[in-house]
Nanobody
Framework: QVQLVESGGGLVQPGGSLRLSCTAS????????MGWYRQAPGKQRELVAT???????NYADSVKGRFTISRDNAKNTAYLQMNSLKPEDTAVYYC?????????WGQGTQVTVSS
């Protein structure tokens, strides 16, 4: 069973930055997609960004140019660098890991953007 441990959430002022980390409890497979999703109160969970094992990235239009997803295969970890944060980025952020078979979610980390 794969467990994903997220960290790095918190309270930040508009325009600030946060870096989220997601570490898998086991060695990740050679072929996978890792991603970050978020869910704001009263809204559906939405895609934020994904990265493949080969390094191909994909972003939601709302975060392009502000967020950067990356991964470190040796550390079984994915990162989400969030810059120029806006109040509308406030949500619970979830890590997602999809190897060739199966799908795993982290427990979520709260990100609050407020002055």
């Amino acid at each position: 069973q794969v467990q994903l441990v997220e960290s790095g959430g918190g309270l930040v002022q508009p325009g600030g930055s946060l870096r989220l980390s997601c570490t898998a409890s086991v060695k990740i497979f050679s072929f996978y997609i890792m991603g970050w999703y978020r869910q704001a109160p009263g809204k559906q969970r939405e895609l934020v960004a994904t990265v493949t094992s080969g390094g191909t990235t994909n972003y939601a239009d709302s975060v392009k140019g502000r967020f950067t997803i990356s991964r470190d295969n040796a550390k079984n970890t994915a990162y989400l660098q969030m810059n120029s944060l806006k109040p509308e980025d406030t949500a619970v952020y979830y890590c997602n890991y999809r190897p060739l078979v199966g799908e795993y979610w982290g427990q979520g980390t709260q990100v609050t953007v407020s002055s």
